[in-house]
T-cell receptor, first 114, second 109 residues
Framework: EAGVTQFPSHSVIEKGQTVTLRCDPI?????LYWYRRVMGKEIKFLLHFVKESKQDESGMPNNRFLAERTGGTYSTLKVQPAELEDSGVYFC????????????FGPGTRLTVT | GQNIDQPTEMTATEGAIVQINCTYQTSGFNGLFWYQQHAGEAPTFLSYNVLDGLEEKGRFSSFLSRSKGYSYLLLKELQMKDSASYLC??????????WGAGTKLIIKP
């Protein structure tokens, strides 16, 4: 069974540019989560999808971040325009059931904004 | 506020036992997870405790005391491949995972 995949693995962009990160969850997992880890800090929750609906987006830092999950399969996280403080590793995770289920993490996308 | 504390770094010897502690103060609690993360890789699930007590799974065990806001991860018969970061995360009552900063475990021969 394929795990959670993320693309790209690394992205280096200039301040003000736009970047779109993609996450493909494990097939059949309705729940999809986005997290971010800034250098030296703990992992922070960004948002949670159940199928195509946003269940909780309270962790999104500001309106420069837009997440979508059309059709309830893969998800994208767009940052527009990117700022220096957006640099970090963006993890995606998926789970079959909500809440108490183990979350399977993708390898992450390392975003560097210069 | 939400606060999860764990040691930044620990060192142990191959074949020995190590205990990684985690204390938490959160406004809600629906269980505590431990994840392992090797450098540059995804976090992988180790354990989930929602009731007080010890959960054993092979060489790894996890303990929870809800009244004390305390958990530990116990690793036995340490192997070099156990060198990694160990992340403690509390499942809040709003079902978000709140993460500690992680404990980097260094295993020496």
């Amino acid at each position: 069974e394929a795990g959670v995949t993320q693309f790209p693995s690394h992205s280096v962009i200039e301040k003000g540019q736009t970047v779109t990160l993609r996450c493909d969850p494990i097939s059949g997992h309705d729940n999809l989560y986005w997290y971010r880890r800034v250098m030296g800090k703990e992992i922070k929750f960004l948002l949670h999808f159940v199928k195509e609906s946003k269940q909780d987006e309270s962790g999104m830092p500001n309106n420069r971040f837009l997440a979508e999950r059309t059709g309830g399969t893969y998800s994208t996280l767009k940052v527009q325009p990117a700022e220096l403080e957006d640099s970090g590793v963006y993890f995606c995770a998926s789970s079959q059931r909500q809440v108490f289920d183990e979350q399977y993490f993708g390898p992450g996308t390392r975003l560097t904004v210069t | 506020g939400q606060n999860i504390d764990q040691p930044t770094e620990m060192t142990a010897t191959e074949g020995a036992i190590v205990q990684i502690n985690c204390t938490y103060q959160t406004s809600g609690f629906n269980g505590l997870f431990w994840y392992q993360q090797h450098a540059g890789e995804a976090p992988t699930f180790l354990s989930y405790n929602v009731l007080d007590g010890l959960e054993e799974k092979g060489r790894f065990s996890s303990f929870l005391s809800r009244s004390k806001g305390y958990s530990y991860l116990l690793l036995k018969e340490l192997q070099m491949k156990d060198s990694a970061s160990y992340l403690c995360a509390v499942l809040h009552s709003n079902y978000q995972l709140i993460w500690g900063a992680g404990t980097k475990l260094i295993i020496k021969p």
